[in-house]
């Protein structure tokens, strides 16, 4: 059974940190490329950061290079996003998403690239 789950969103003040996590199924963890999407009401759906699990390479977007890590832990089957320095900005639902490994090779992700997502996890960050 394909399955993501998100965890460890939260509310924070600006300039706090949150660590998201994205458990996956054995099955869809062999779908290589996670990435990290966020959607703030009104806005269309960004690919933050993104990380090939086979190979190890990432991707950040601009607006959170040096404050939002991705890493992993495969005896888990987990993706985590460290996020730091947290800004209002910031204030999205944030989904992992998973596919073949290739799809990492676009650099940036792409939503419309990914067949497997989770449900979702809000971070609210307040000034």
């Known amino acids: 059974q394909v399955q993501l789950v998100e965890s460890g969103g939260g509310s924070v003040q600006a300039g706090g940190s949150l660590r998201l996590s994205c458990a996956a199924s054995e099955y869809t963890y062999s779908r290589n490329c996670v990435g990290w999407f966020r959607q703030a009401p009104g806005k269309e759906r960004e690919g933050v950061a993104a990380m090939n699990t086979f190979g190890g390479s990432t991707y950040y977007a601009d607006s959170v290079k040096g404050r939002f890590t991705i890493s992993q832990d495969n005896a888990k089957n987990t993706v985590y996003l460290q996020m730091k320095s947290l800004t209002p900005e910031d204030t999205a639902m944030y989904y992992c998403?998973?596919?073949?490994?290739?799809?990492?090779?676009?650099?940036?992700?792409?939503?419309?690239?990914?067949?497997?997502w989770g449900q979702g996890t809000q971070v609210t960050v307040s000034s």
């Open positions: 998403a998973a596919e073949m490994g290739w799809v990492c090779r676009a650099g940036r992700p792409i939503s419309d690239d990914f067949g497997y």
